[in-house]
C-alpha cells in the first residue's frame, strides 16, 4: 500500500480511529491462537491494536491522530429504543482485562482518546470528522464497521485495515457507492434503515435483506420514498412494509450517525505527537511482545534486557525513530549494495541456468499480470543463489516463445538434487504448471514454514523482511499505484524497475529461508515443513490442475426435482400450520410452531426473545410432530439447491470443462485443509439428498471409472494408537467392530448381547470422547437422562483406562509447555490452557485432547497423498490423483489398471505414517463419487 500522502498531498491529515471496534476485530481475530503472557494476561487485542497503529502511522504518516471509544452509559438510541444493543453478549473477561493495557499504549503513543459519555464512538467521529473537513483537513475513518459509509465525502473516506497483513481497504465515495448500489452517499443510510442490523438488534423490515433494500432504494430513491409508494409494490413485500412503517421510520433513525455532538475538542488539535520511548518499551516488555519490540526498537531489544535498554537511553544513545517513514530505521534497496541482473537473450539464460544447476539451492520468484495462476500471464522468472545479487528472466512478448522460454528452465527447476525456496510457492509453481513446466523437489516454502512456526505473526514477504532482515522491500503500490479500479498492470511497469522489484524478491526471500529454518528449528517444526507441507505442494498443484468432470446436465435436473420438493413441503407445511406463512423466516416460524401448534410447553428463546428454530432444536423436537421434519428437509433442500445444485456448475473451467478447486494446507491449527472456489469439503453426505450432489462428480471418460479411497475411522484408530490403552488396541489389532466392543464395555453385557441401540449411543460415546464431551453433552446428544450420560462416560473410562491416563498426561503437558503436538511433531499452541477463566481453560483442554489425534490425521493424510502421487508416478500409472475431501482420495481410475494400482494405492495410503494400530483403508469405485465411495 503506497501512502496516502502519495494520493492526497494536502499537508494536514487526521486519522480518527474506532477504538471498541478495532479492539473486538483484534481480539477475535486470534481467538483461535490467542496470545498471553506468562502470567495469564491475554493480550490478542492490544498486539492488534499495535500491529493496525504501527501500520498507520509508518505507512500513512497522519498529520493528526485521535482515538474515540464508547462509553457505557445510555444513549439517545436507547431512550428511543430500549432493545437497542439488548441482546449482545458481555464483553468477553479476556477482553474487558485488556482495555486499560489498550489505553496505556495509547497513552505511550501520545494518540489523543475521547470518551463522551452518552454518545457513541460513530456519532463523535462522525462530528469530528465533518468539522475537519469544513476546516480543510482531509480525514480518514479507520474501522471496519460499515455504519461509517454514510459519512464520507470528497475530504472524508473510511480507512479499514487489513487482516493478517493484507492491504488496508480505503473506501471514498465511488468505492461506498459501488458497494451499496446507490446514487448517492447518504442513501446508505437508507438502505441500512430497511435492512436493519442484527448485531445491533435493530429490526429493520422483516424479509428485507441487503439486495432487495438496495433494489428498494435504487427504485424509490430513499426510505421514505417507498413508503409513499407503497402500491407499487407486491404480495408479501408490500403487506411487510405496510405492516413496519413505524419501525422502519425508527430503524432509519437509529442507523444515522449524528453530526451534532458537542464536543469541546477542536480536531486541530489532535496534532500528532512522537512516542514516550520509556512507556512504550515498558508496555512491551510487560506484554513480552519481543517480536513487536524487535520490529520496532532493534534487532537488540528483549523482554530480559529492558533495564538495559533503559539504562541505554538514559546514557543518551541514540534511539530509532519509530514509525517514521522518512527516518525509518529499515534499510530499503537504496542503501543495500547490491547486484541485479536482466536476462533477455537465450545465451544470458543458458548462462543462468549454468550457474543454477551448479547450486545446492536458490531462491526464485515469478512476476505476473495477475493473481490467479491459472489465468496470469508470466511476464519473468527472479532467481537469486547468494544474497545481494539475483537475476530476472525476462519472458517475450509472444505466446509461443514464452513457452520455449520457461521450457528452458523446466529441469533444473525439476532437479531433485537442487533446493528451490520461495515465499508462497504454491502460487509460483501453479502458474508454471499451466505454463506446461512441472517444479518438483525439495523444496522450501518460506510463508509456509513461518506460518507453522509462529501462527500468529503476519507472514507477508514485506513483515517478515521488515522483523527478521531490518529491510523494506520496493512495495507493490509503489510500480502499480494502490488497489483500485485504476490500478495498473505489472505488464505496464517499465523493464528496469519490474527487473530490480523481481530480484529484490528472490533476494530477500533467499536471505530469509536461513532465518526461517532456524525459526522453524527452535519451534520443533522442521520436520513437518520439510517432510509434510513442503513436499505437498507440487502434489496439490497436480490435483488442482486435474481437475474433475462435473455433469451439469444431471445437476440441472437435480435442480429442477429440488425445486419441486421445495414446493411440495411448502405445501405441506402451510396446510399443518392451517395458514400461509413464511418459513424462510425464524421468527414466523417459531410462533406457528410454538404459539399456535404448542409443539413445546417452554420452547427455548434466542437473546432476541424469539423462538429458537435453529436446526439442533429442531432435530430434539422432530418427535413431536410431521411438520418439524417437514421444515427440517424444506431448509435442506433450500440449501442445497442454492448453495451447492445452482452453483458448481457456475465453478466449472470453460476451458478445460472441468471444475478445479483451490487447497490451502494450512487452513487450521491441526493442519486440516480447506478447499474453495468451490468448497468441496462441506459437500453434505449425512442425507440422502446431500450425497445425490455426488453423482454428478463423473470420471473423464469411458475408459475410466471413479476411485473412492477412504481412511475407516482414522480418529479413533488413532486416538488407540496415541493413548496405547491396550483393550482399545487389541478390537482394532483383532479387526473387531469397534462400536460393538464399546457397547460390549460400557453396558457391561456380551458382545453378542449388544442391540443396534446400544451400539448407535457406544458410537456416540467413542467419537464424543475425542471432543471432549461431557455428560451433559452426551445427555443433549443421545436424548437421553444424565445420570445415563455420565454413567456411559464412566463406564468407557473404566474399561478404557489407557485413554484416561492419556488425556490426563496431555493436559498436564501442554499446561507446562503451552501446546500440544501430534506424532508427526506438529505443535498447536495452547494460550488458554493456562488462564484465569475457568470457560477458557475447560475449551482448551478439550482442544488438547483432540488437536493431537485430528492433527495426526491430517499429517497421515497429507503424507498419503505424497506418497500416493510418488507410486503413481513410479509406476507409469495413468490413473490420477484429483480430489481429498476429509479423510477420502478421490481418483480418475482407468479401468484397464484397476487390478494392479488399487492395491498400490491402499498399500501407500495404509502405510503412510507407521503405526501399532492396524489403518484400514476402504476403496469403491463406480461411474460417479456417490457410486464409489
Request: hydrophobic share 40%; glycine share 6%.
Amino acid at each position: 500500500m503506497s501512502s496516502t500522502q502519495d494520493l492526497f498531498p494536502e499537508d494536514k491529515k487526521l486519522f480518527l480511529l474506532d477504538g471498541m471496534a478495532l479492539v473486538y476485530r483484534a481480539h477475535f481475530a486470534l481467538i483461535r491462537s490467542p496470545r498471553f503472557t506468562a502470567g495469564g494476561q491475554c493480550t490478542s487485542a492490544v498486539f492488534g491494536m499495535l500491529n493496525t497503529l504501527a501500520d498507520i502511522l509508518q505507512n500513512q504518516q497522519p498529520t493528526h491522530i485521535a482515538c474515540a471509544f464508547d462509553t457505557s452509559e445510555p444513549t439517545e438510541r436507547h431512550k428511543i429504543f430500549p432493545e437497542y444493543k439488548a441482546q449482545r453478549d458481555a464483553m468477553p473477561e479476556d477482553l474487558a482485562s485488556q482495555l486499560p493495557l489498550v489505553d496505556r499504549l495509547l497513552d505511550a503513543l501520545n494518540i489523543k482518546v475521547l470518551r463522551m459519555p452518552g454518545y457513541e464512538a460513530d456519532d463523535v467521529i462522525g462530528t469530528l470528522a465533518h468539522q475537519a473537513d469544513a476546516a480543510g483537513m482531509l480525514t480518514w475513518m479507520v474501522t471496519p464497521d460499515k455504519d461509517y459509509h454514510q459519512l464520507v465525502t470528497e475530504n472524508i473516506k473510511v480507512f479499514k485495515p487489513g487482516r493478517r497483513g493484507s492491504d488496508p481497504e480505503i473506501l471514498g465515495i465511488r468505492e461506498v457507492k459501488e458497494h451499496w448500489e446507490v446514487e448517492r452517499v447518504d442513501q446508505v443510510i437508507d438502505v441500512l434503515g430497511l435492512m436493519g442490523d442484527t448485531s445491533d438488534n435493530i429490526p429493520g423490515i422483516p424479509g428485507i435483506g441487503p439486495k432487495t433494500a438496495k433494489k428498494l432504494v435504487a427504485q424509490f430513491g430513499s426510505l421514505e420514498g417507498l413508503l409513499e409508494n407503497t402500491d407499487k409494490l407486491k404480495g408479501k413485500q408490500k403487506e411487510r412494509v405496510e405492516e413496519n412503517v413505524d419501525q422502519a421510520k425508527l430503524s432509519k433513525k437509529l442507523v444515522t450517525i449524528q453530526l451534532d455532538v458537542p464536543v469541546e475538542v477542536d480536531p486541530l488539535t489532535f496534532v500528532r505527537q512522537e512516542p514516550n520511548l520509556d512507556k512504550l518499551r515498558e508496555l512491551l516488555t510487560e506484554l513480552e511482545f519481543e517480536t513487536v519490540g524487535k520490529r520496532l526498537f532493534g534487532q537488540d531489544f528483549s523482554v530480559d534486557a529492558a533495564r538495559l535498554d533503559g539504562a541505554r537511553q538514559q546514557a543518551g544513545q541514540s534511539q530509532p525513530s519509530l514509525f517514521g517513514a522518512a527516518e525509518s530505521n529499515l534499510k530499503t534497496i537504496k542503501e543495500v549494495p547490491h547486484e541485479y541482473h536482466v536476462v533477455t537473450t537465450k545465451d544470458e539464460r543458458t548462462a543462468l541456468i549454468k550457474q543454477l544447476k551448479s547450486a545446492t539451492e536458490f531462491a526464485f520468484d515469478s512476476e505476473t499480470t495477475g493473481l490467479d495462476p491459472r489465468t496470469a500471464t508470466p511476464l519473468g522468472l527472479s532467481f537469486a543463489i547468494k544474497p545481494h545479487e539475483a537475476y530476472y528472466a525476462v519472458c517475450p512478448d509472444d505466446p509461443d516463445q514464452r513457452t520455449a522460454m520457461l521450457t528452458e528452465f523446466a529441469d533444473v527447476l525439476a532437479d531433485p538434487n537442487i533446493v528451490k525456496i520461495g515465499h508462497n510457492l504454491k502460487y509460483d509453481l501453479s502458474l508454471l504448471r499451466w505454463n506446461g513446466v512441472h517444479v518438483d523437489g525439495p523444496l522450501y516454502d518460506t510463508l509456509l514454514a513461518h506460518k507453522i512456526s509462529q501462527p500468529e505473526l503476519r507472514h507477508k514477504l514485506d513483515d517478515l523482511a521488515a522483523l527478521y532482515l531490518n529491510y523494506q522491500p520496493v512495495p507493490t503500490t509503489d510500480l502499480i499505484g494502490p488497489k483500485d479500479r485504476e490500478q495498473r498492470s505489472m505488464a505496464e511497469v517499465p523493464l528496469d524497475q519490474l527487473a530490480e522489484y523481481a530480484c529484490e524478491d528472490a533476494d530477500v526471500t533467499l536471505q530469509l529461508a536461513s532465518v526461517v529454518r532456524k525459526i522453524a528449528h527452535d519451534h520443533g517444526a522442521d520436520k513437518v515443513v520439510q517432510e509434510v507441507e513442503c513436499p505437498l505442494v507440487p502434489t496439490l498443484i497436480e490435483m488442482e490442475f486435474n481437475g474433475i468432470t462435473l455433469d451439469t446436465q444431471s445437476l440441472h435436473a437435480y435442480s429442477a426435482q429440488l425445486q419441486t420438493d421445495i414446493e411440495q413441503l411448502h405445501q405441506r407445511i402451510t396446510e399443518a400450520a392451517g395458514r400461509s406463512f413464511n418459513i424462510d423466516s425464524p421468527k414466523q416460524l417459531g410462533v406457528v410452531l410454538f404459539d399456535e401448534m404448542e409443539l413445546e410447553p417452554k420452547p427455548k428463546k434466542t437473546a432476541t426473545g424469539q423462538y429458537s428454530t435453529r436446526e439442533a432444536e429442531l432435530e430434539r423436537l422432530a418427535g413431536q410432530h410431521d411438520i418439524i421434519q417437514d421444515v427440517l428437509d424444506y431448509r435442506n433442500a433450500r440449501k442445497l439447491k442454492s448453495t451447492y445444485v445452482d452453483q458448481l456448475p457456475k465453478a466449472v473451467n470453460p476451458a478445460t470443462n472441468r471444475l478445479h478447486t483451490h487447497y490451502e494446507q494450512t487452513w487450521t491449527a491441526t493442519g486440516r485443509m480447506q478447499s474453495n472456489d468451490p468448497n468441496l469439503q462441506t459437500i453434505p453426505v449425512r442425507k440422502q439428498r446431500g450425497r445425490e450432489i455426488r453423482a454428478a462428480f463423473v470420471p473423464r471418460d469411458d475408459d475410466h471409472l471413479i476411485l473412492s479411497a477412504d481412511y475407516s475411522q482414522i480418529e479413533l484408530r488413532i486416538m488407540a494408537e496415541l493413548s496405547g490403552d491396550p483393550t482399545m488396541v487389541d478390537a482394532f489389532v483383532q479387526h473387531q467392530d469397534i462400536h460393538t466392543v464399546t457397547a460390549s464395555k460400557v453396558y457391561k453385557v456380551e458382545p453378542e448381547d449388544v442391540t443396534r441401540e446400544m451400539r448407535a449411543k457406544a458410537k456416540t460415546v467413542n467419537f464424543g470422547i475425542i471432543y471432549g464431551i461431557s455428560a451433559f453433552g452426551l445427555h443433549q446428544r443421545l436424548n437421553i437422562p444424565r445420570g445415563e450420560a455420565a454413567e456411559l462416560i464412566k463406564n468407557y473410562f473404566e474399561k478404557y483406562p489407557g485413554i484416561q491416563t492419556w488425556i490426563d498426561d496431555t493436559i498436564a503437558f501442554a499446561k507446562e509447555h503451552g501446546y500440544v503436538e501430534t506424532k508427526f511433531g506438529r505443535r498447536r499452541y495452547l494460550r488458554d490452557i493456562n488462564s484465569r477463566s475457568r470457560n477458557s481453560v475447560a475449551a482448551a483442554e478439550r482442544l488438547a485432547m483432540n488437536s493431537p489425534i485430528q492433527g495426526t490425521a491430517a499429517d497421515m493424510l497429507k503424507l498419503a497423498i505424497i506418497r500416493v502421487a510418488r507410486a503413481l508416478r513410479d509406476g507409469q500409472f495413468q490413473t490420477k490423483l484429483l480430489l481429498t475431501v476429509h479423510d477420502e482420495l478421490v481418483f480418475d481410475l482407468l479401468k484397464s489398471e484397476q487390478d494392479k494400482v488399487m492395491p498400490v494405492i491402499q498399500e501407500a495410503m495404509a502405510n503412510a505414517m507407521p503405526m501399532t494400530v492396524p489403518i484400514v483403508v476402504e476403496m469403491g469405485t463406480g461411474k460417479n463419487w456417490l457410486e464409489a465411495h
